[in-house]
């Protein structure tokens, strides 16, 4: 984190229970959770009287003693805060070198089958191999990119499968492709319509109600397990 003085320094800290901060905002998404920080610090700063202190403004004898006695939980919670702050700030910049906005777009794409406006689409092997050839790119997140082509494209060709290998450099892997089967992944495709894996095939079925309840583009598609609950919470399921 920085200090008052603008220098980065090493802090430890314990993300569990009985920091309140965490409690809140550790399921939350990213965007969510920044927002959620920087809304509360704002709140924080402006009624805590040992802020008031702390930004050097004059205050009166009887706010001043309030003040002193606020302040070790005021330091405390301003470490707090900025805990989370670095950790969001952090969070975003790996978001940025690794590429995850290419990426998740791409792969919401091809979970989905449709785009974030509900137009269907198929995704091109042209722009799955650009994706792949992005410098930098992680090995795992190439694998996924292809494994995720491999369960949601359908009449991809062993010469498409092996070209997606050569730009992705995934050939040491080639044992985990091939094993996709064993989650019911079938490689050997008669048809397009044997072609799409059970595995994303309800997210498309569910996209006309999933499209008014999302509220980022890149969080689209939603496991089977979370629409099934939903269904559950909400009588929606079959007798």
Same mark, same amino acid.
């Given at each position: +984190?920085?200090?008052?003085?603008?220098?980065?320094?090493?802090?430890?800290? &314990?993300?569990?229970?009985?920091?309140?901060?965490? +409690?809140?905002?550790?399921?939350?998404?990213?965007?969510?959770?920044?927002?959620?920080?920087?809304?509360? %610090?704002?709140?924080?700063?402006?009624?805590?009287? &040992?802020?008031?202190?702390?930004?050097?403004?004059?205050?009166?004898?009887?706010?001043?003693?309030?003040?002193?006695?606020?302040?070790?939980?005021?330091?405390?919670?301003?470490?707090?805060?900025?805990?989370?702050?670095?950790?969001?700030?952090?969070?975003?910049?790996?978001?940025?070198?690794?590429? %995850?906005?290419?990426?998740?777009?791409?792969?919401?794409?091809?979970?989905?089958?449709?785009?974030?406006?509900?137009?269907?689409?198929?995704?091109?092997?042209?722009?799955?191999?650009?994706?792949?050839?992005? !410098?930098?790119?992680?090995? /795992?997140?190439?694998?996924?990119?292809?494994?995720?082509?491999?369960?949601?494209? /359908?009449?991809? #060709?062993?010469?498409?499968?092996?070209?997606?290998?050569?730009?992705?450099? %995934?050939?040491?892997?080639?044992?985990?492709?091939?094993?996709?089967?064993?989650?019911?992944? !079938?490689?050997?495709?008669?048809?397009? &319509?044997?072609?799409?894996?059970?595995?994303?095939?309800?997210?498309?079925?569910?996209? #006309?109600?999933?499209?008014?309840?999302?509220?980022? /583009?890149?969080?689209?598609?939603? !496991?089977?397990?979370?629409?099934?609950?939903?269904?559950?919470?909400?009588?929606?399921?079959?007798?």
């Amino acid at each position: +984190v920085q200090n008052k003085q603008g220098e980065e320094i090493d802090e430890e800290a &314990a993300l569990n229970e009985n920091d309140s901060r965490w +409690v809140i905002l550790r399921h939350m998404h990213i965007a969510d959770a920044s927002q959620r920080i920087h809304d509360d %610090l704002k709140a924080f700063t402006q009624d805590n009287r &040992a802020a008031d202190v702390a930004r050097g403004e004059e205050v009166d004898l009887s706010s001043l003693a309030d003040a002193l006695r606020a302040m070790p939980q005021y330091k405390d919670l301003m470490r707090k805060y900025s805990l989370h702050v670095d950790l969001t700030k952090k969070c975003m910049a790996k978001y940025d070198t690794n590429h %995850l906005e290419a990426l998740s777009t791409l792969e919401q794409n091809m979970a989905c089958g449709e785009d974030s406006d509900g137009k269907t689409i198929k995704t091109s092997l042209a722009s799955i191999s650009e994706a792949l050839r992005i !410098p930098g790119l992680r090995m /795992e997140d190439r694998l996924r990119l292809v494994m995720l082509a491999l369960i949601t494209q /359908e009449g991809i #060709k062993e010469a498409d499968v092996e070209k997606l290998i050569a730009d992705g450099a %995934l050939n040491q892997h080639r044992e985990a492709l091939a094993n996709l089967p064993c989650l019911n992944v !079938p490689l050997d495709r008669p048809s397009a &319509a044997a072609a799409r894996s059970s595995f994303f095939s309800f997210a498309k079925s569910r996209s #006309k109600r999933r499209s008014t309840d999302v509220s980022y /583009e890149l969080a689209r598609y939603r !496991p089977r397990i979370q629409e099934v609950m939903t269904d559950a919470i909400e009588g929606r399921l079959d007798p």
